[in-house]
Structure formats: C-alpha cells, structure tokens
C-alpha cells in the first residue's frame, strides 16, 4: 500500500514553506487576531520557568543550610560534653592539681560580722 499525494497538495505544502520562511504569514488576519493571546500564554510561561527555578535553587539552599545547621549542632553537643566532663568534681581535682594547688582538708569557717546575725 503506498502514499499517493496529488500534485495539487504538494504545490499548497510547498506555498505554505515559502510563506512560513518569507515572514509573510505574520500579516494574516487570524495570527494578528490572536497575538494577544499568544503573548498572554507566553508570559505565563515565562513566568512558570520562572518560579519553577527559582523553587529549585530554594531547595538546594535549604539542603545547604540543613548540613550547616547538623554540623552545628554536632559542634555544639561535642562541646557541650567536653564541658560537663571538665565540671566534674574529679576533673577540677586534677587539673587543679597539675597548677600545684591542693584540696583543703579543713571545712570552710564562717565568718561573722558584728551586727550580721
């Protein structure tokens, strides 16, 4: 089965390429009435890729600052650990001890002032 196409459609396809590369379709009734819609669609398409990309570099900064903010964090309890360790009783023992300095064996005395009661 083959594809016959008459000489007449040829010669139509063929006007109409002419047309299309000359520019001359552009003054056509029917393109000129729907311009305004054509550029109306055409905005809101821009405007789509717009916000499309712009959605997408928000997500990459936001997984940006979601490393930086769980690096952080982990800074944070590192450090947080590192200072309840030091507080300990035994902990100031020993680096008090290596500046040269001893626990008292005697218990704090009060002093009073007169007229302190």
């Keep these: ?22 520019g001359s379709f552009i003054g056509h009734p029917v393109i000129i009435r729907n311009l305004p819609f054509a550029l109306y669609v055409t905005g809101l398409s821009l405007i789509a890729i717009w916000g499309a990309h712009r959605a997408e570099s928000r997500v990459k900064e936001i997984s940006k600052k979601v490393v930086h903010l769980n690096e952080l ?33 005697r218990a704090p005395e009060r002093i009073e002032l007169p007229g302190d009661e």
């Design 1 to 22: 089965m083959s594809v016959r196409v008459s000489k007449k459609r040829l010669q139509q396809s063929g006007r109409a390429a002419r047309e299309i590369l000359r």
């Design 73 to 105: 964090e982990s800074e944070y309890l590192e450090a947080k650990s590192n200072l309840m360790k030091m507080g300990t009783e035994s902990s100031v023992r020993q680096r008090s001890q290596a500046l040269g300095l001893v626990p008292s064996h």
